[in-house]
């Protein structure tokens, strides 16, 4: 299902948000629009307006016609709180690459030396600002849509809960760098995977598209709490995918938790299942050297950690899909949570303990 939905919806939605964006985003200067364009459009398969557009026909047993949907600028909600929650996170972990091009700080870094390596404050600050500018073109278009005022107030009371969640996520995420790994368990870091990835890229979306719908009360934090948990697993993955980029073919940039010892779930689940003094040693350190993080990358890889994580995500895995099988939604959903778990997070691990 979600391949098929892929292929049904992502064109037209890349199409139309492309002319929404060109229409919307007049008075930037030419440079930086067309630095955000390339960024916003990165995504060809637009999961999160997909997660909306599933919401909105959250009940249908049968694929609905995204041509036939008059406010389409409902879709575009999610996009716009992800570049700005993606711009602040790629100014934090100073991200050069995503989806095998340059993020926006890095670019606008490069805006008049294309030579520079390294992000420039000035290109924290130009990305900084531009995702700022787009905090009202997000209530904007939430003014626009052609629905009641109290659905109007639902949207918005949905978009500040996952800003102010994001970012509360992200501040604790900060001062969870002061904390060892050996005091830090796996649910704490699934729980911050919460807090700062798996609700606004899963369960907000979605939720979007059930409030648009009137969806109970009920429904939607069910919903959310399951997608919350696909979302989480999925974090998982991009944690295992920027160390093991060799095994997905691409060229992702790769080693950066690992070099700056960030507090993911696999150097957590490391620090627990090994008493190699070398590696605890090294675990303890604010920074590693770029051969020092291969060392771990190598140590995990003989260790099989991935296999002892994919253990872990197939546990909550299935539990979920017993909790997607008596959701009170269509059969599309259905499919399509289920093929979340199989094909984002499941079938991801599964090709690094191939590789390994």
């Not at 993020?103 to 606008?108: N, R």
């Not at 009920?218 to 160390?243: F, P, W």
């Not at 778990?341 to 599964?350: A, E, H």
């Amino acid at each position: 299902m979600l391949i098929e939905l892929f292929s049904k919806y992502s064109l037209p939605i890349k199409k139309n948000y492309g002319d929404f964006v060109r229409n919307n985003f007049l008075d930037i200067d030419k440079r930086l629009f067309t630095l955000y364009e390339n960024y916003t459009l990165l995504d060809n398969n637009f999961p999160r307006p997909i997660l909306t557009f599933l919401g909105v026909h959250y009940n249908s047993n049968l694929i609905v016609n995204i041509e036939e949907f008059v406010n389409l600028k409902l879709l575009y909600i999610s996009q716009l709180v992800r570049d700005v929650l993606a711009i602040h996170d790629d100014i934090i972990d100073e991200d050069h690459m995503k989806f095998n091009s340059e993020t926006l700080p890095f670019s606008l870094s490069r805006l008049d030396n294309k030579s520079i390596r390294t992000m420039q404050k000035k290109g924290k600050d130009l990305a900084l600002l531009f995702g700022d500018y787009i905090f009202p073109v997000i209530y904007k278009l939430v003014c626009e849509l052609n629905i009641d005022c109290a659905k109007k107030i639902k949207l918005i009371e949905a978009i500040n809960r996952i800003f102010t969640k994001t970012n509360l996520g992200q501040v604790n995420e900060l001062l969870l760098e002061e904390k060892s790994l050996d005091k830090i368990h796996e649910r704490d870091i699934l729980d911050l995977y919460n807090q700062k990835a798996a609700d606004y890229c899963y369960a907000f979306p979605f939720e979007l598209g059930l409030i648009y719908s009137s969806a109970s009360p009920a429904l939607i934090k069910t919903c959310r709490d399951v997608l919350i948990q696909i979302g989480c697993c999925s974090q998982v993955v991009n944690d295992v995918e920027g160390i093991f980029s060799d095994s997905f073919n691409n060229e992702r940039e790769t080693l950066s938790d690992l070099l700056y010892l960030r507090r993911t779930y696999l150097l957590v689940k490391l620090r627990h299942t090994t008493n190699n003094e070398k590696i605890v040693n090294l675990l303890s350190k604010k920074t590693l050297t770029l051969r020092q993080a291969e060392y771990i990358k190598d140590y995990m890889k003989k260790e099989r950690l991935i296999d002892k994580v994919l253990i872990d995500i197939q546990s909550i895995c299935n539990i979920l899909k017993k909790q997607i099988a008596e959701l009170n939604v269509g059969d599309v959903v259905k499919e399509y949570f289920i093929d979340l778990i199989n094909i984002r997070v499941l079938n991801n691990l599964k090709k690094v303990t191939k590789n390994s």
